[in-house]
């Protein structure tokens, strides 16, 4: 294996990115693990220390009510309820109950290659839902929501934020983002009840687990070894000329670089029309922003007038204004599609070294992140560099809001923006999950390419991004076929 960083784990590593808490080590980029089978961790061999946040969800306000909620489901209900109304807690419970379900039906095609998504409704997917299970995939995240009547705006808009907006180039009535909210509530870790878990050591722990197990196996990794591009000879992929000038010659080649990196590699015009098209198809920028923070101290948020009721340890969602929130959703959307930067985007908040506290220095740092849905790849009329220590500002200015004084805990940081995002780790565009999760199942990339002998299994194949695995899995078993080695158990 060839990677071209001086680290493995592509966007899934731990690192110590803070000048002046140059011991803190933080999740610089993925910071959950919440989608890969819990079948592959026991295929592999593998086994990942989870440690489950509850509560998992913290809804603040700046009027004094909040939702902090996890496994106690009572506390739950009288929350939702006193929070927003009966109406909106028998809806939830519907959404909740009916994505159950489908995620029971779906999970079992993660690991194989994929049908359409009609042709796995009919094969997977109960009677009764396969087509909601369709509509899902194919229409805006807002459609579905909207079928359950929820009465607040707020709550619609929390979980859409969440599952359908994250890491995707779209909005709530655009086609596709239902696709990736399925993908987002495909959790089934052991004791996770469908949260997404902290990984002890942060997310370079995975990708440590899983080189262990591959060097067990034989595999060799070889960091600092770029690939310059794919040989190709006769139409047959026949290795990998690195950027030193060594040439490794190879039966097989799988590629994990995004599909447009490895055009890149292969030479466009090595590749037919009709699979060139296919990933010009896939085009998105990169949309999110992710502000790595050290901080001295923990926030006080003035809805629980600065008590610890375990609030740092979930998802804190900074949300505008429940009078303001679905205007407020599209306006930010738009000024992105402007290149423009909102003022008040969507935001969730971590606080990791609260509930792994081995991520933290010895002067007690703990590490934090802001990350932001939606920024523009590019900023019209300015520019990043311009404008990222201002933004960052501006988006602490908007924690402030809800704890004061969260400014001027931060120490330091370490932001990525689109731009960055593909610098610090490589990824066309700055797009987190390769290509968009609008596209689902058969719609993503194939993992046999045009080139004989070349597979892709990246993010940008099936099931999707998020540090998930299956692709990696699913390309390997088509590879082991294709040479006629039976699958190992």
């Given at each position: 294996m060839l990677e071209d960083k001086p680290v493995i784990g592509g966007a899934c590593r731990t690192e110590r990115p803070f000048k002046k808490a140059p011991e803190l080590s933080t999740s610089t980029g993925a910071y959950l693990l919440g989608l890969m089978p819990p079948e592959l961790m026991h295929k592999m061999g593998?086994?990942?220390?989870?440690?489950?946040?509850?509560?998992?969800?913290?809804?603040?306000?700046?009027?004094?009510?909040?939702?902090?909620?996890?496994?106690?489901?009572?506390?739950?209900?009288?929350?939702?309820?006193?929070?927003?109304?009966?109406?909106?807690?028998?809806?939830?419970?519907?959404?909740?109950?009916?994505?159950?379900?489908?995620?029971?039906?779906?999970?079992?095609?993660?690991?194989?290659?994929?049908?359409?998504?009609?042709?796995?409704?009919?094969?997977?997917?109960?009677?009764p839902l396969r087509q909601i299970f369709i509509d899902l995939c194919r229409k805006p995240v807002g459609d579905y929501i909207s079928r359950f009547d929820f009465q607040s705006d707020l709550v619609k808009a929390m979980y859409a934020v969440t599952d359908g907006f994250s890491g995707l180039y779209g909005t709530w009535d655009t086609p596709g983002t239902g696709m990736n909210f399925l993908i987002h509530n495909m959790c089934r870790l052991p004791a996770s009840d469908g949260t997404w878990m902290v990984v002890e050591g942060g997310m370079g722990t995975v990708t440590g687990r899983i080189a262990e197990a591959a060097r067990k196996a034989g595999a060799k990794i070889e960091t600092g070894r770029g690939v310059e591009r794919i040989?190709?000879?006769?139409?047959?992929?026949?290795?990998?000329?690195?950027?030193?000038?060594?040439?490794?010659?190879?039966?097989?080649?799988?590629?994990?670089?995004?599909?447009?990196?490895?055009?890149?590699?292969?030479?466009?015009?090595?590749?037919?029309?009709?699979?060139?098209?296919?990933l010009d198809g896939y085009k998105r920028d990169g949309s999110?922003?992710?502000?790595?923070?050290?901080?001295?101290?923990?926030?006080?948020?003035?809805?629980?007038?600065?008590?610890?009721?375990?609030?740092?340890?979930?998802?804190?969602?900074?949300?505008?204004?429940?009078?303001?929130?679905?205007?407020?959703?599209?306006?930010?959307?738009?000024?992105?599609?402007?290149?423009?930067?909102?003022?008040?985007?969507?935001?969730?908040?971590?606080?990791?070294?609260?509930?792994?506290?081995?991520?933290?220095?010895?002067?007690?740092?703990?590490?934090?992140?802001?990350?932001?849905?939606?920024?523009?790849?590019?900023?019209?009329?300015?520019?990043?560099?311009?404008?990222?220590?201002?933004?960052?500002?501006?988006?602490l200015s908007i924690c402030d809001r809800f704890a004061p004084g969260t400014s001027e805990l931060v120490v330091d940081t370490f932001p990525l923006h689109p731009q960055k995002v593909e610098q610090h780790f490589g990824i066309t565009r700055g797009h987190i999950h390769h290509v968009d999760n609008a596209f689902g199942f058969a719609d993503r990339l194939p993992y046999v390419t045009p080139v004989a002998g070349l597979y892709s299994c990246s993010a940008g194949c099936h099931p999707g991004g998020s540090v998930i695995g299956a692709s990696g899995h699913n390309a390997a078993m088509r590879v082991l076929a294709d040479l006629g080695k039976a699958e190992r158990a």
């Open positions: 593998v086994d990942i220390p989870l440690r489950r946040r509850d509560p998992h969800y913290f809804l603040p306000t700046t009027d004094g009510r909040y939702l902090l909620f996890g496994s106690d489901h009572e506390s739950m209900k009288s929350q939702f309820i006193s929070f927003f109304s009966e109406r909106d807690w028998r809806a939830n419970v519907a959404m909740q109950a009916e994505i159950a379900l489908l995620r029971e039906d779906v999970a079992p095609t993660w690991l194989h290659e994929p049908l359409s998504i009609e042709a796995t409704a009919e094969k997977y997917v109960r009677a040989v190709i000879e006769n139409g047959v992929a026949r290795g990998v000329q690195c950027k030193d000038g060594t040439e490794l010659r190879a039966r097989v080649v799988v590629c994990n670089a995004d599909p447009f990196r490895m055009r890149e590699l292969i030479g466009a015009e090595k590749l037919p029309k009709e699979y060139n098209q296919r999110t922003f992710k502000v790595n923070l050290a901080l001295k101290g923990l926030p006080k948020f003035t809805c629980l007038k600065g008590e610890d009721r375990g609030q740092f340890g979930p998802t804190i969602h900074l949300l505008p204004d429940e009078k303001d929130v679905m205007r407020a959703m599209k306006d930010s959307f738009r000024m992105v599609q402007e290149g423009k930067l909102d003022p008040f985007p969507t935001i969730e908040w971590y606080i990791h070294t609260t509930i792994d506290p081995s991520l933290r220095d010895a002067a007690g740092h703990h590490n934090s992140a802001l990350f932001v849905q939606w920024v523009p790849y590019a900023i019209k009329g300015s520019s990043w560099e311009v404008e990222e220590a201002k933004y960052v500002q501006q988006l």
